[in-house]
């Protein structure tokens, strides 16, 4: 079964809007912790924002939050005010078992972020 | 920030050769580094966890003879791609642990894009 599920393979925003990329998961672990980075066309992974499952506030990071809904096993990220230089491939991630120190973290399909001027 | 350092980012091989490409953390110790594999435009798919110090732990389908992994020290691991075919022509990024606790982030290297031809 599928752990992390983007369901967005592309979404286009005008430059300075929000947008908001979609992210499920599937565990049974009740401490895991998820992940978003961004990986643009020179193929680095950039590490945007991270939510742990026993985290009561929704993180946020400079222009990025992550909308958890721990119910609903969604963890979307939002971007406010979209910049050109967003255009990129996102990719949700979970790692479960986040105390465990060898555990392994698993990526979603990627949504392709495109930003109009 | 700690750095992961990847080489080569680019290589080109004749098909029947092996390939080697070293992941490097340069500011930090890395006990596990992960190595995964990326088709274009698609996701990370996780190969193995790279263990300082003993063998590395290889996902099912991957083929442990093909892709051999070597994690001689705390700073380095190694992938070696085997008599090399068209078909292992891939991006390949190699991942380290920054840090303990729920939110250590991973951070990728720059990845090496691999073309047999």
């Known amino acids: 079964a599928q752990k992390i599920t983007q369901t967005q393979p592309g979404m286009f925003v005008q430059e300075k809007e929000a947008v908001t990329l979609d992210c499920t998961y599937d565990t049974s672990d009740p401490s895991y912790g998820l992940f978003w980075y961004k990986q643009p066309s020179s193929g680095e992974m950039i590490f945007l924002i991270y939510q742990g499952s026993y985290d009561q506030q929704n993180a946020t990071e400079g222009r990025y939050s992550l909308n958890f809904q721990k119910a609903r096993k969604s963890a979307n990220l939002v971007i406010s005010a979209s910049q050109l230089g967003d255009s990129a491939m996102y990719f949700c991630a979970m790692r479960e078992a986040i105390y465990n120190q060898g555990g392994k973290l698993i990526f979603g399909q990627g949504t392709e972020l495109s930003v109009k001027p | 920030g700690a750095v992961v350092s990847q080489h080569p980012s680019r290589v080109i091989c004749k098909s029947g050769t092996s390939v080697k490409i070293e992941c490097r953390s340069l500011?930090?110790?890395?006990?596990?580094m992960f190595w995964y594999r990326q088709f274009p435009k698609k996701s990370l798919m996780l190969m193995a966890t790279s263990n300082e110090g003993s063998k590395a732990t290889y996902e099912q389908g991957v083929e442990k003879d093909k892709f051999l992994i070597n994690h001689a020290s705390l700073t380095l691991s190694t992938l070696t791609v085997t008599s090399a075919h068209p078909e292992d022509s891939s991006f390949y990024i190699c991942s380290a642990r920054v840090g303990g606790g729920g939110a250590n982030v991973l951070t990728f290297g720059a990845g090496s894009r691999l073309t047999v031809l």
């Open positions: 500011d930090f110790q890395a006990t596990t």
